[in-house]
């Protein structure tokens, strides 16, 4: 992108609206599954449960976490207007709940044996913002 907006007249980046409430709670120290239950459409707790699972070796809850938050993060991306594809940019920081989600169902699918899964939510990660895989550390 430039200062005169998108040249290739490609879709427009989306960006989720700021969840004050919710990622408060979070940076706060709150436990993430107390976050979930009381904000169960923020992709961003479910990211948290899914990282927490896969580094404690729990690969299957891991990947049931990380569905939740990616299935509630496209919800949400629909609403604000996204198509299906185009930009989901990691530096909006209310995105980077929904990219976490998708990165750990791309790794945790990875660990169980789900290769296709594994490659599309890798792909499509790096298809919603370059950046994103080492960001999330699926790089």
């Known amino acids: ?9 490609g879709p427009p980046d989306t960006l989720l609206p700021e969840r004050p409430g919710p990622q408060s709670a979070l940076d706060s120290g709150k436990d ?7 904000f169960p459409d923020f992709s961003a707790a479910w990211a948290a449960l899914a990282e ?5 070796g729990d690969p299957v809850t891991g990947y049931a976490y990380a569905r939740t938050g990616y299935h ?18 990691w530096s909006h920081a209310p995105n980077q709940g929904f990219l976490r989600a ?13 290769t296709e899964e594994h490659e599309r939510c890798a792909t499509f ?15």
Do not use: C, Y
């Open 125 to 139: 990660l790096a298809d919603s913002d370059p950046a994103a895989p080492a960001a999330t550390g699926l790089a």
């Open 102 to 114: 998708l990165a750990a169902l791309a790794r945790s699918a990875g660990e169980i044996g789900e």
């Open 52 to 56: 927490r699972a896969l580094a404690a």
């Open 32 to 38: 993430p599954s107390e976050v979930a239950r009381e």
């Open 72 to 89: 509630r993060g496209l919800d949400q991306l629909r609403r604000a207007g996204w198509k299906g594809h185009g930009p989901v940019p």
């Open 1 to 9: 992108m430039t200062q005169f907006g998108n040249l290739f007249g």
